[in-house]
């Protein structure tokens, strides 16, 4: 695959002293060149990175996939006025979708299309992660630029940053749509087929009234007594798979910078030889020569690390699911907390029936000490007690079934998701860093290359 889109490109600002040549004509011809190039080729790795997607998930036997075609097939900058009336400038996308019927048949008919912001891809998460808490809900892509090596745009209104989003809300779309679940959703068709009055049909569902706090889901993480012992392992691992993923990052970016210092120092090579050229009369051929060579060379840094940055998505696609796999163990901990409140309920008022049917106070309390004081309840007042204390144990034992059953139910199904989440980050990750070794490989090959190219022009002088 890295060997397949060798020519996507970026325009980086470069600010360096070692970036001197840049100013003369060639390169600023060669500059505009790759920057109308980097779209086309953008484009490339959003087809490539969606034939290997689309194979992976129709072996799954996703529904959704084998009946409806899906792309987010373009992003468009637009202006307008938000709530409070103030105008901003936002994105939306064109989210396509095809029957897969019609396409089997031989025909094919044009797809049907709307517009949607960034914000609505949001909305949908949120109301599957509300409605599926026990799976591995797929995330977005970064809303901001973060870990971005710094000769590139952070601005979320650049058009490649913008590009690279556009891949992984497509990336998103797929994920969902291929989950056996998530795929079945009402809602997530209509996200695809009703561009108008959908939102309002997410919100008449209710799921913000179901989401749970944050406070709650901090407060259970502490007090919980008897985790489920699978989740807690898979919640340390969501943390060092986050860690780690995060170093990593961070030194792709170190390793960016120096590799971007070497090639502009081939840079410096090829005005040298160029100007070295100019006085010298039996070698000037071989000078000139060798200097497009380190040109040319020092140019292909633009389309190098612009290929970087798609595998670095996809690395940080996989940060966000860390977080997204701690989130379905939160869940459960909040379930098996409430367990644990509704049963030391049940027994506390287990414990004041029979206090109240012996008339023995085995623990210290006030009511023990006034009875004491002023003597025994009435027996009628102490059988409406009684009754009233059979009626609420009657229901707390049903409460505990039910809150049983939830929680069993709720880690019997987050830990299938979690495991079907393990095997497909494996082939993903795989993938990615397998990749990304060939692209490396193939640039030092590259490197070697023009060495070699050199030193025959230095042999003909």
């Known amino acids: 695959m890295a060997e397949d889109v060798k020519e996507e490109s ?20 060669r500059r505009s060149s790759v920057a109308v190039m980097s779209q086309k080729v953008l484009t490339v790795i959003s087809i490539l990175t969606r034939v290997v997607m689309l194979g992976q998930m ?20 637009r202006s307008g006025k938000n709530a409070v009336s103030i105008q901003e400038t936002y994105t939306v996308y064109l989210v396509e979708t095809r029957p897969m019927d019609a396409i089997a048949e031989g025909h094919n008919p044009p797809p049907d299309s709307l517009w949607r912001r960034y914000s609505e891809f949001e909305l949908l998460r949120n109301y599957l992660i509300v409605t599926y808490p026990y799976i591995v809900v797929p995330p977005l892509p970064e809303k901001r630029a973060e870990f971005v090596w710094h000769k590139l745009s952070a601005d979320n209104m650049d058009p ?25 959703n009402e809602m997530l068709y209509h996200f695809l ?27 259970a993480t502490f007090r919980v007594r008897s985790p489920h012992k ?67 060379y020092a140019a ?41 409140m509704a049963s030391q309920d049940l027994i506390s008022k287990k414990q004041q029936r029979e206090e109240l049917a012996t008339g023995i106070v085995r623990t210290f309390s006030l009511k023990g000490m006034t009875n004491k004081l002023f003597g025994q309840e009435a027996p009628e ?44 980050k494996d082939k993903d990750l795989q993938e990615a860093l397998i990749n990304y070794a060939l692209m490396q490989i193939s640039m030092c ?3 070697i290359q023009v060495w070699s190219n050199a030193k025959e022009c230095f042999l003909k002088m």
């Open 445 to 447: 090959k590259k490197g």
């Open 300 to 340: 292909s840094v633009d389309d190098i690390l612009e290929e970087e940055e798609h595998y670095a998505d996809q690395l940080k696609e996989y940060l966000s699911y860390a977080e997204a796999v701690r989130a379905v163990c939160r869940k459960h901990e909040l379930s098996q907390f409430e367990l644990e």
């Open 160 to 184: 490649d940053f913008v590009e690279r989003r556009r891949i992984g809300l497509e990336n998103f779309l797929l994920r969902v749509a291929s989950h056996p679940v998530l795929s079945n």
């Open 58 to 77: 129709l072996t799954e036997g996703s529904c959704l996939l084998r009946r409806m075609e899906i792309s987010v097939a373009e992003a468009e900058k």
């Open 193 to 219: 087929t009703k561009e108008h009055g959908w939102k309002e049909m997410v919100y008449e569902t209710g799921f913000q009234a179901k989401a749970d706090s944050r406070l709650r889901a901090l407060s």
């Open 381 to 424: 007042q102490r059988d409406a007690k009684l009754n009233l204390l059979e009626e609420l144990i009657a229901e707390g034992e049903e409460t505990v079934k039910e809150k049983t059953a939830e929680c069993d139910e709720h880690a019997e199904k987050a830990w299938a998701d979690i495991v079907r989440f393990k095997d497909q």
């Open 10 to 29: 970026v325009t980086s600002n470069d600010e360096s002293d070692l970036a001197a040549s840049d100013g003369s004509l060639n390169n600023t011809l």
């Open 230 to 296: 699978r989740l807690v392992e898979m919640k340390h691992y969501s943390d060092g798979l986050q860690s780690h993923t995060s170093q990593l990052l961070r030194a792709r970016t170190r390793v960016a910078d120096r590799l971007y210092a070497v090639y502009k120092v081939h840079g410096n090579y090829g005005r040298v030889f160029s100007e070295w050229s100019a006085i010298e009369k039996e070698m000037g051929d071989g000078l000139q020569s060798a200097g497009h060579h380190m040109d040319a």
